[in-house]
């Protein structure tokens, strides 16, 4: 679990939103057949998988004037590759029916520009992500950070997060 507390500028790469068509959970119209149940298996040990060699569950946290308690937090799952392997997050973003890719433009000594998936969104992380990776449990040590990850959605669903005392809460629980 990482938290980041931002008082200013983050980086220096630059990063522009790339919007691709998805399709939701099931690609397949026979839902049913035993074909696609062996190919929605092999997808879904695929995607555990990749999460968790590539995958992150991370919880932002930002100083925002705009805010009561002066801090913003941002739930966030990312999967990030170079540009050659984009069609792997295409496959996710349709898989889940959610998020977006973004490029990070890279200006060092890198050869291709770095895309992420992201899931920011409660309700998708709520309703997808959460649900879908407590059903599959991730295999290394990165299932221990999903598992912070999954308390403090939960907390930020109870607003727990709108208050010093819940972002309290919420960073001993990614310190842990």
């Not at 010093?164 to 310190?175: M, T």
């Given at each position: 679990?990482?938290?980041w507390l931002y008082a200013g500028k983050s980086g220096e790469s630059q990063t522009?939103?790339?919007?691709?068509?998805?399709?939701?959970?099931?690609?397949?119209?026979?839902?049913?057949s035993a074909?696609?149940?062996?190919?929605?298996?092999?997808?879904?040990?695929?995607?555990?998988?990749?999460?968790?060699?590539?995958?992150c569950f991370s919880i932002s946290i930002f100083k925002n004037r705009t805010t009561n308690t002066g801090w913003q937090v941002m739930p966030e799952f990312v999967v990030t590759q170079g540009e050659k392997s984009i069609k792997s997050l295409q496959e996710l973003q349709k898989f889940f029916g959610c998020g977006k890719i973004f490029i990070n433009h890279r200006y060092d000594n890198h050869h291709e520009h770095l895309y992420r998936y992201c899931v920011r969104t409660i309700k998708d992380l709520r309703e997808k992500i959460i649900p879908f990776f407590e059903e599959n449990q991730l295999k290394t040590a990165k299932k221990k950070d999903f598992d912070k990850f999954k308390?403090?959605?939960?907390?930020?669903?109870?607003?727990?997060?709108?208050?010093?005392?819940?972002?309290?809460?919420?960073?001993?629980?990614?310190?842990?």
């Open positions: 679990m990482k938290i522009t939103m790339v919007t691709l068509p998805h399709r939701g959970f099931m690609p397949s119209k026979n839902v049913l074909d696609n149940q062996q190919e929605r298996l092999k997808i879904i040990g695929w995607i555990v998988g990749f999460t968790d060699g590539e995958g308390l403090v959605a939960k907390l930020m669903e109870s607003n727990l997060h709108w208050t010093l005392d819940g972002i309290e809460s919420i960073k001993k629980i990614a310190k842990s």
